[in-house]
Nanobody, 122 residues
Framework: VQLQASGGGLVQPGGSLRLSCAASGFFADYYAVGWFRQAPGKEREGISCIKSDDGSTYYADSVRGRFTFSADNAKKTVYLQMSNLRSEDTAIYYC????????????????WGQGTQVTVSS
């Protein structure tokens, strides 16, 4: 499966954006899609992924309460609604398949998509 993230851009602090991750190709591998981000000079951070025990969504502390994951299975697309954005949310955002939380860390066991840049600045 191939993934393509989109919807990034420049937004002011306190603003909102919705990212999309669309899948194409071999859909049998398209499940448990997670979101990750990498800020300049920092390691990649998992911000939204799946709890394997009940299939619910796990959020990293840095985004919990501000970001919301959703999915449209018919369109093979997942979304990340981001609200109350802060300058520290500036990063390249990626989606990936087979993303599960392990000891409070999102790990990827599938494939990565291309990223989309989000810049939060006044």
């Amino acid at each position: 499966v191939q993934l393509q993230a989109s919807g990034g851009g420049l937004v002011q602090p306190g603003g909102s954006l919705r990212l999309s991750c669309a899948a194409s190709g071999f859909f049998a591998d398209y499940y448990a899609v997670g979101w990750f981000r990498q800020a300049p000079g920092k390691e990649r951070e998992g911000i939204s992924c799946i709890k394997s025990d009940d299939g619910s969504t796990y959020y990293a502390d840095s985004v919990r309460g501000r970001f919301t994951f959703s999915a449209d299975n018919a369109k093979k697309t997942v979304y990340l609604q981001m609200s109350n954005l802060r300058s520290e949310d500036t990063a390249i955002y990626y989606c990936a398949t087979h993303a599960f939380v392990v000891d409070t860390v999102c790990k990827v066991f599938g494939s990565w998509g291309q990223g989309t840049q989000v810049t939060v600045s006044s």
